[in-house]
Structures are given as C-alpha cells and as structure tokens.
C-alpha cells in the first residue's frame, strides 16, 4: 500500500522502504527473542532461568549469537522484501 504513491515511477523508494521494513522486522525477531527466552543456567545443584536481558545489552546478545547463516538471513529477508516491495499488484 505505501508503493501507492511510487507507482508508474521509480521503484527505487519502495525497494529501499520494504529493505528497511523486513530488515527492521527481522531485527525485531530478534528483540522479542532476547525479552523472552529463558536459559537455564544450573549453579550446582540450584538452576536458574535467565532471560538475556537480564543479563546483557541488546547488542551484545546480537554480537554472541550472530554468525554467517544469519547474516545470510537478514541478506535473503532485505533481498526478497525490496524485490517483493517493487512489484505492482494490479490496480
């Protein structure tokens, strides 16, 4: 709907405005992840459940997790949403 504006012109804003909304959505999967999972981390013979956020910055969490196979994620999800973004849906 917001490529209303850009139809019959450039499809270059709405590639660069899907990019940036499935990489923000990606992100974001990300964010809900770090709020909700719990580790278990056992102290002899007590176990507790950590959420990293509890524990770590956003950005540290991302820095410890992240590894080629997701930034290959995030490339096919910005990839196929600037394409997904340009098409014209009749109209």
């Known amino acids: 709907m917001f490529g209303y504006s ?32 719990e580790i278990p981390v056992e102290y002899y013979w007590i176990t507790l459940h950590v959420k990293p956020s509890e524990v770590m910055s956003f950005s540290a969490f991302m820095s410890a997790i992240v590894d080629v196979k997701d930034l290959l994620f995030f490339a ?16």
Do not use: N, W
């Not at 019959?8 to 923000?24: M, N, Q």
């Open 6 to 37: 850009t139809r019959d012109k450039s499809k270059l804003p709405r590639a660069l405005i899907s990019a940036v909304l499935g990489f923000t959505s990606i992100l974001f999967g990300y964010y809900i992840v770090y709020q909700t999972i």
């Open 76 to 91: 096919i999800g910005i990839i196929e949403s600037s394409v997904l973004g340009t098409r014209d849906y009749g109209g």
